[in-house]
């Protein structure tokens, strides 16, 4: 029933995780925060702590219970109040799938201009020929169900591990190692000169990467058999792949002087290689988009009708946006990005309240038959299914975030120098959820440690 | 068994009130065996003495540990950087 049992094979899957190609992007925007370095080893920072955090917020308690995430949740959200944390999971699969999908469409019509057949005119055409492609092979794939996503993450990503390795090696051949060390951008396009600000931008979106987690971890900690392996593989895994990825982009993008990661390609690879390196990406993300609408599926099967719906016609429905989202590509990369970053903050203030409840309140001992139990003598069902009291904090803290720091226009609050803003705030939400639910509820009974084995009739 | 029979013991009646809530996995209604089998599975012998039931005293410490290693960092950073 749990398939992982060896520490590499676990820290790989999750390595894995944090090797995406969008990571390639993140890296472009990394460099133009300041200091290269800074940035680099900065986020890898941020991405160790928040993994650590959410380790400790979802990873241990769905490995304890073997139930995932948005289950687990219920013990904090309450059994109705976990469809929020679920409705921000599929609008995240959905939304950052439909992004991949218009990049990769958007690459492969500019791709289509370094080969020697010239296209000219006919870009938009080429996007959304691929779009369509790629929304059909996508729902194709995904339809097979999880078999599938193991063995297109089995290849892609070491592949994309591989080419990171090699532009690193190009970087140091073509440049020396002196101007790979010393390379940032030029000033006049540096998102500030003040050196502890670059720091703390740089852990902060480290800190949101690991944050973005929270909603998958316990889906991969379930399937751990070993206490063993539960913790380090996942932290230092995923931090390392996106800090691998993300900083070889940052590098390259500081030595070439161009941000967009097809124009760095060229210049580093050559325009052979580099086109053909941006092909192998293209192929590689159609891997992250099949895991998205399938985790994005299996999430909305939590709603009861839905559950019951064939698995092919499930996929279908996740990807009917994607129809719509292959003719205006531009404008999904244009305006859905930004609302998407602005989803993601929302998983800071659970995160907060879901480690406050677990080993605050609950002392690590949640009742399971209960998370499943929507009735009023429910343990977890407090008011019509929801806890308020958490509600009220997580939407708190969003409130709070967005006044310290807004992750769109990287406007940021006096303060932020200080400690940034995610991970005080997290220290707020687990203050003030704890301090609140005592006051609201009192002090809950705690589940008993052992239940009996007990028979049930069905 | 023990117990009034015609009275229904909690947990069953929570497994009943269950069976039009939520599900778990691909396809399946909330509390089909799997998911029954799964809850009675975590009451058992077998798994309170597996791994997975022992303490969770290592997987917090070694989560604590990299939060005080990835805190420790960042203030080098800092000092560095800055």
Redesign the interface.
């Known amino acids: 029933m749990r398939p992982y049992s060896g520490f590499a094979a676990f820290l790989w899957t999750s390595a894995a995780l944090g090797s995406a190609s969008y990571a390639y992007l993140v890296g472009s925007s990394l460099a133009t925060i300041g200091n290269t370095w800074a940035s680099v080893i900065g986020y890898w920072i941020g991405t160790l702590i928040g993994m650590a955090l959410v380790s400790l917020a979802v990873g241990i308690p769905s490995f304890r219970t073997g139930i995932d995430t948005v289950d687990a949740a219920k013990s904090a959200l309450g059994v109705r109040g976990s469809l929020i944390f679920m409705v921000g999971i599929v609008f995240s699969c959905v939304g950052w799938g439909n992004i991949l999908v218009a990049m990769t469409a958007r690459s492969a019509a500019v791709l289509a201009h370094s080969l020697p057949l010239r296209v000219g005119s006919q870009d938009e055409g080429i996007a959304i020929a691929v779009a369509v492609a790629l929304v059909i092979t996508i729902w194709w794939l995904a339809s097979k169900g999880p078999k599938a996503v193991e063995r297109l993450t089995r290849w892609c990503v070491p592949g994309q591990l591989l080419v990171a390795a090699l532009l690193l090696i190009l970087l140091f051949v073509k440049y020396s190692a002196a101007t790979v060390a010393q390379a940032h951008v030029p000033v006049a396009r540096m998102l500030t000169t003040d050196h502890r600000l670059q720091v703390m931008l740089a852990v902060e979106f480290g800190l949101n990467n690991g944050f973005t987690m929270t909603p998958f971890l316990g889906g991969l900690t379930r399937l751990a058999a070993s206490r063993r392996i539960v913790v380090t593989p996942p932290v230092l895994g995923y931090a390392t792949g996106a800090g691998f990825i993300s900083g070889v982009a940052a590098l390259a993008t500081a030595v070439t002087g161009t941000t967009s990661p097809l124009d760095w390609l060229t210049v580093v690879a050559g325009p052979a290689l580099g086109s053909a390196i941006m092909l192998f990406l293209v192929v590689a993300n159609v891997a992250a988009l099949v895991a998205f609408i399938y985790l994005g599926g299996i999430s909305i099967q939590q709603i009861g009708h839905l559950s019951r719906m064939p698995w092919k016609f499930t996929t279908a429905l996740l990807l009917l946006p994607s129809v719509f989202v292959a003719f205006r590509t531009q404008w999904m990369l244009d305006s859905v990005m930004d609302l998407l970053t602005y989803n993601g903050v929302m998983f800071v203030g659970i995160t907060g309240v879901l480690l406050a409840d677990y080993y605050v309140l609950r002392r690590t001992h949640v009742d399971v038959a209960h998370l499943f139990t929507r009735a009023h003598h429910g343990r977890y069902w407090y008011q019509g299914g929801v806890n308020w009291v958490a509600m009220a904090v997580v939407v708190d803290t969003t409130a709070g975030y967005f006044l310290m720091f807004n992750p769109v226009t990287l406007a940021v609050a006096a303060p932020f120098r200080f400690m940034g803003a995610a991970a005080p705030l997290l220290m707020a939400t687990v203050l003030s959820y704890v301090v609140l639910s005592r006051l609201v509820h009192g002090r809950q009974p705690l589940p008993e440690v052992r239940r009996k084995v007990v028979e049930v009739e069905l | 068994?023990s117990g009034d029979p015609k009275e229904p013991?909690?947990?069953?009646?929570?497994?009943k009130?269950?069976e039009?809530?939520?599900?778990?996995?691909?396809?399946?209604?909330?509390?089909d065996?799997d998911?029954?089998d799964?809850?009675?599975a975590?009451?058992?012998?077998e798994y309170?003495q597996s791994?997975?039931?022992?303490s969770?005293r290592?997987?917090?410490l070694?989560?604590?540990g990299?939060?005080i290693?990835?805190?420790a960092?960042?203030v080098v950073?800092?000092i560095?950087?800055?």
Do not use: K, N, Q
Request: proline share 7%.
């Open positions: 068994m013991r909690p947990v069953d009646a929570e497994l009130a269950a039009h809530g939520f599900c778990t996995r691909a396809g399946a209604p909330a509390l065996r998911l029954r799964a809850l009675i975590l009451e058992s012998p309170l791994d997975c039931a022992g969770l290592r997987p917090l070694e989560a604590c990299w939060l290693a990835g805190v960092l960042w950073l800092i560095l950087f800055s």
